[in-house]
Each structure stands twice: as C-alpha cells, then as structure tokens.
C-alpha cells in the first residue's frame, strides 16, 4: 500500500500522528493482534482525528512506518504457518507468543522459570494449547504400562523459532484451563506484563507428566524440593483428582513430595490414592531401582 498516492490522506496522518504517539506511550498494552489494532483504530478514530477515508490498514501501515509500531511475525501453533502481530517498543517474547495465542498458556520449564523455581532463563519455551475434549483410552493393564515407559517418550514435533528461542508448542489433554493464571512477570530488560501459565500445584503435577518437557527427573525433584515451603500436598492431591488422568501419576507425586522432605502426614491425602499399579517416573531405557512404597520405578543412576 503506498500512502504517497494521496498525500493529503497522508498529511492528515502525520497531523494525527502525535495524538496516536501519546495513546500508545501511555498504555501498558505493548502487543496487539491484527484484528484488535484495527478495532482499537475504529474505536479512536474521532479522538485521534484521523481522516475519514483512512482505513486501520492505511493507518497501521502508517504508523510501522513512521513510528514504533513494528510488524512481528511468529510461528503458529502449529509449527508449520506463521501469523503476523504488532508492538510497541520491544516487549519479551513471552508477550508476543500470549498475544499470537491468546486462549494458549506457558507450561513446564516455562512455568517453573516464572515461579522461581529455576536458576537460570530456560533455553526454549512451552506454550500449552488444549486438545478438544474426548473419552480417554481404555483400561490399564501393568505390561502396557511397563512397554510404554521403556521406550522413549512423546514429545511435541511442534517447534517454531523466534530469534534464537525454540518455541514448543504442547498439545495437552484437556482440562478446562484447571490452574491456569493470569498474573503480572516481571521480565529483564522488559518490565512487568500479565501472562498465562500454570499454578504452582498445576506446574508440579505437569513435570512430573512430561520430565521431558523439565530437563528430566533430577531437575523434577530439585523443583520440587525448591518449592517445598510453598506446595500443599492436599492441594495436588486434590488436582491430581480434578485432572483425572489414566496414569497413577499421583505416585510419582508423591514420591516427589517425599524426596522434597514433606512429612508422612502431609501425604496422607496421595497414599490414599490407589496404588493398583505398579509406575514409573520417567520413561527410561536403562536399569531401574523400585521404591515400595510407592510401588514406583525410578532410573537406577539417578542421584538425588
């Protein structure tokens, strides 16, 4: 689109430009989706004075060429497509994935990273999108479950790159959003801006379902243990619960829980669960040690 070919539109928009300028300088908003940039310019048309034959086109077009305003685009969900969003300034790459995918919400490492619980800025970024609800598989049998946790694990092969972050993108089971918030992080560099992501509780009990997704079991029990003044064994309990999962990941739960120092009465709630089966806490092709109690195979070479 050239907005030279009518200068008069054109000079009308550096009139408005100032007005525009301030609007954004002032929000807190720093990224917008296509559709909502076009709405928010519908919606200050008059205040902004922006000349009636202007379309949001003409004007964003405008704006990411005389101001701020930059297009940014991403990759979808998918992995495969991309979609285009806009920002003022430079927000943080959290910002411009909630943005792109807004009913979506960060997970594992990503979550624990946002909860303190590890020590560095993890190297790649997990972004939950909730399967559609549907019936769960059948009922377990033990030598499914042992074959199962002898092979490699799933993992997403949903991987998008922005910049030099790797982007999976997770296709979860789903849950109704069960302990998802929307809370404001303080990113470096960035500021503070409201993001979804899973609760404590949720974050526990999602690593312990994909230690792929967490840098594998040691880094669980060491999250585990980094959060142990602040988790409610009843309170996981309860979720595991509410999540209804096929798996008796509330072994590994617990197990976890355990390793953390939590006292045998504070896992009263999990070693009510059923303990028909006996589980694994992470899938591994080696050797394994079995722990009893929890009727749980951990890695035979995992230090503690």
């Known amino acids: 689109m050239d907005l030279t070919a009518d200068p008069i539109k054109l000079a009308r928009l550096k009139v408005s430009k100032a ?3 301030r609007h954004f300088e002032a929000s807190t908003q720093r990224t917008f989706g296509a559709v909502e940039l076009a709405a928010l310019i519908e919606e ?20 990411t060429q005389n101001s701020k305003l930059k297009r940014i685009t991403l990759p979808r969900h998918s ?62 049998q033990q030598h499914r479950i042992d074959s199962a946790f002898r092979r490699h694990p799933r993992v997403t092969q949903s991987v998008g790159h922005v910049d030099d972050t790797r982007v999976h993108f997770v296709n979860g089971m789903h849950t109704g959003a069960a302990g ?8 470096a560099g960035v500021g503070a801006s409201p993001l979804r992501f899973t609760n404590l ?53 617990g197990y976890c829980l355990e390793q953390a120092g939590h006292s045998q009465a504070s896992l009263r709630a999990l070693k009510r669960l059923p303990r028909e089966f006996e ?26």
Do not use: C
Request: net charge neutral; glycine share 2%.
């Open 201 to 253: 509780s949720r974050t526990l009990i999602d690593i312990v379902v994909r230690p792929a997704y967490s840098g594998g079991a040691r880094e669980v029990i060491n999250a585990y243990k980094a959060a142990r003044d602040q988790t409610s064994p009843k309170e996981l309990a309860d979720l595991l619960s509410q999540l209804n999962y096929i798996y008796p990941y509330h072994q590994s739960v």
């Open 180 to 187: 998802v918030i929307e809370q404001e992080v303080s990113i």
């Open 79 to 140: 992995g495969n497509a991309s979609i285009s969003i806009f920002t003022w300034n430079t927000p943080s790459i959290y910002q411009l994935l909630q943005t792109s995918h807004p009913s979506s919400y960060f997970t594992h490492s990503t979550a624990l990273h946002f909860h303190k619980l590890s020590s560095t800025s993890p190297a790649a970024i997990y972004l939950n999108t909730e399967q559609r609800p549907r019936q769960q598989d059948g009922e377990l």
């Open 19 to 21: 007005a525009m300028h």
């Open 279 to 304: 589980f694994y806490l992470v899938h591994h092709r080696g050797d394994f040690k079995y722990i009893p109690e929890w009727r749980l195979h951990i890695p035979a070479d995992l230090e503690i």
């Open 44 to 63: 200050k048309a008059v205040a902004w004075r922006l000349p009636a034959n202007a379309s949001p086109r003409d004007v964003i077009e405008f704006l």
